[in-house]
């Protein structure tokens, strides 16, 4: 007999007429997550999902990547047990002797999906509490405050005995909240927010650009990586590899200085618009933090964004480096962060960047180019990678 998964749903059970859709994201998530562990039956009742595992499938792999999937809020190992309440009891004290231990008051409950079992939901709740209060005898029953909730569920083939639940990843499920670009430079800020972006429900496209031979196959390689380390999070996603040397090769000799880093963060803004049209994507998500460096000033910022309609999501604008690195280390991206490829941005920065711009001077320094060819030919020359964590 197998332990089971019960996973909490969070705030989609808010959602009132959505709720249903929302539901079967979260489900038809879990299911492709759960493809590698080996069989799993998987259904929702009242704001819980039940994980069932079938012969030979692996459990603790399940669990531990399910705790990465957004729309749970909680999670719990169930301990599989024969039908009687004997068995029940004998089950409950020895998976739960720990908590037991360590808890001045519990209380049982029972749900009693399989209406033939012998004894009422209270009836098991009483005879187990009973049985647990005298192996337990520093731990006493409290039904109105108990510190341990002691969960009791009979189901079609076996009972199952739960308690405290581990936290899952809360926000919403994965694609219940449209699409966007985000785009993924190979530094410390944009897989966070991605991973931010993700969290509420939004399926993402990662976009790079990347110039060879100024940055290598490496750093190429190290943007599929943090990508592939994102899947855990995001779920199955197409990496877009724009290749951008041409633009900035034409942005270097054609354009002062002072406005490469603008010029060319605009160019990515105008590309990344085209593939978010392209794929039905509402928004562009960067890692912009204000202040941060001389691009990410308001003036800058407001620049970069005159050149598409989408709105642009910038979830780590507020955060402070460290709050930035601490999710990074947390989602695990960060040690891949800081390897040391050259970024595309890094090989073309203007020593004296101008930190206010306007938009007019802006298009008045893009007058030296063909805007619309650049963006053309770099569409037009973009290299899809799928990445997964499912293989
Ligand atoms: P990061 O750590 O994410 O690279 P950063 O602090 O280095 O961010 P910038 O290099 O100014 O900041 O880039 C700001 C944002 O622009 C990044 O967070 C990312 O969203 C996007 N970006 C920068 N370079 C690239 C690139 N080569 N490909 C795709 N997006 C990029
Ligand atoms: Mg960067």
């Given at each position: 007999?197998?332990d089971?998964i019960?996973?909490k ?5 808010l959602?009132?007429l959505?709720?249903r ?11 492709k997550?759960?493809a ?5 039956d998987?259904?929702?009742?009242q704001?819980?999902v039940?994980v069932?595992p079938?012969?030979?499938a692996?459990v603790d792999?399940a669990?531990e ?5 957004f ?11 024969e039908k ?11 998976y739960?002797a720990?908590?037991?231990r ?8 029972t749900?009693r999906?399989?209406?033939a079992?012998p004894m009422?939901s209270i ?8 049985e647990?209060?005298?192996a337990?005898?520093d731990?006493?029953?409290d ?11 009979i ?8 308690a ?6 809360g926000?919403?499920?994965v694609g219940s909240?449209?699409r ?19 969290k509420?429900?939004v399926?993402?496209?990662p ?5 060879f031979?100024y940055t290598?196959e490496?750093a190429k390689?190290?943007?599929l ?5 994102l ?5 199955e996603?197409k ?8 633009i900035q090769?034409?942005?270097r000799a054609k354009?002062?200085e002072?406005?490469f880093?603008?010029?060319?963060r605009?160019?990515m ?5 085209r593939?978010?049209?392209r794929n039905?994507?509402?928004a ?5 933090n204000l202040?941060?460096?001389?691009s990410?000033t308001?003036?800058?910022?407001a620049?970069?964004q005159?050149?598409t309609?989408?709105?642009?999501l ?5 955060m402070?480096?460290?709050?930035i690195v601490?999710?990074?280390?947390k989602?695990?991206?960060f040690?891949?962060s ?7 941005c890094?090989v073309?920065t203007?020593?004296?960047p101008k ?7 802006l298009e008045?320094?893009?007058?030296a180019?063909d805007?619309?060819g650049?963006?053309?030919?770099a ?9 997964s964590?499912?293989?």
């Amino acid at each position: 007999m197998n332990d089971m998964i019960l996973l909490k749903q969070g705030e989609i059970v808010l959602k009132g007429l959505n709720k249903r859709s929302f539901e079967q994201k979260l489900l038809s998530n879990i299911r492709k997550r759960l493809a590698r562990f080996g069989e799993f039956d998987v259904y929702a009742m009242q704001s819980t999902v039940y994980v069932e595992p079938k012969d030979g499938a692996d459990v603790d792999g399940a669990f531990e990547s399910l705790r990465k999937v957004f729309g749970v809020v909680a999670l719990s190992r169930a301990a599989a047990c024969e039908k009687d309440k004997d068995a029940i009891v004998a089950c409950a004290k020895g998976y739960l002797a720990e908590q037991m231990r360590g808890a001045k008051s519990f209380k049982v409950e029972t749900k009693r999906s399989d209406k033939a079992f012998p004894m009422t939901s209270i009836q098991v709740s009483q005879y187990v509490g009973g049985e647990l209060s005298e192996a337990f005898p520093d731990t006493a029953v409290d039904v109105h405050a108990p510190e341990l909730l002691v969960h009791v569920e009979i189901r079609d083939y076996a009972a199952y005995v739960h308690a405290r639940p581990t936290p899952g990843a809360g926000g919403m499920p994965v694609g219940s909240n449209g699409r966007a670009v985000t785009l993924l430079s190979g530094g410390i800020d944009s897989p966070v927010s991605t991973y931010m972006i993700a969290k509420r429900g939004v399926k993402l496209i990662p976009v790079h650009f990347f110039s060879f031979p100024y940055t290598s196959e490496l750093a190429k390689q190290k943007v599929l990586e943090l990508a592939t380390l994102l899947t855990d999070w995001c779920g199955e996603m197409k990496v877009e590899i724009v290749p951008f040397t041409h633009i900035q090769e034409e942005i270097r000799a054609k354009c002062p200085e002072e406005y490469f880093t603008l010029v060319m963060r605009r160019f990515m803004m105008r590309i990344a618009s085209r593939i978010a049209y392209r794929n039905g994507c509402r928004a562009i998500v960067t890692g912009e933090n204000l202040g941060q460096v001389a691009s990410q000033t308001m003036e800058a910022m407001a620049c970069t964004q005159a050149v598409t309609d989408l709105p642009v999501l910038q979830p780590l604008i507020g955060m402070d480096k460290e709050e930035i690195v601490t999710v990074a280390r947390k989602i695990g991206t960060f040690d891949t962060s800081i390897l040391p490829y050259e970024d595309c941005c890094t090989v073309f920065t203007p020593r004296h960047p101008k930190t206010r711009p306007n938009v007019a001077e802006l298009e008045e320094v893009e007058k030296a180019l063909d805007v619309e060819g650049l963006v053309n030919e770099a569409v037009a020359g973009t290299e899809r990678v799928k990445v997964s964590c499912f293989a």
